[in-house]
């Protein structure tokens, strides 16, 4: 990192309206990428895993986990480890 680099480094609150406007849209709709296949298709047509804290979504193609969403007394956790990419 060069000197004028560290000039453009915010902290995460500068992306906070960014982050609204990408999170408060249509989520099953959304076109997920897999990380492990390359497939793409919507949120909606992955396959559910239901748990009772929470979800695990899969590839409908490969089987891997693309995201793990959790509900707990500390929090909601959202984990997109197999994610290449959302596009909403
Ligand atoms: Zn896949």
Redesign the pocket.
């Known amino acids: 990192m060069t000197e004028n680099d560290s000039d453009l480094v915010l902290d995460g609150n500068a992306a906070a309206g960014l982050l609204q406007e990408i999170f408060a849209l249509e989520i099953t709709t959304a076109q997920i990428q ?6 793409v298709g919507a949120v909606g047509s992955l396959r559910l895993y239901a748990a009772p804290m929470g979800a695990v979504l899969r ?6 986990r ?1 995201m793990t969403a959790v509900r707990t007394p500390h929090g909601r956790w959202l984990q997109m480890t ?1 994610t290449r990419r959302l596009r909403f």
């Open positions: 897999c990380e492990t296949c390359d497939s590839c409908p193609h490969c089987d891997a693309l197999g």
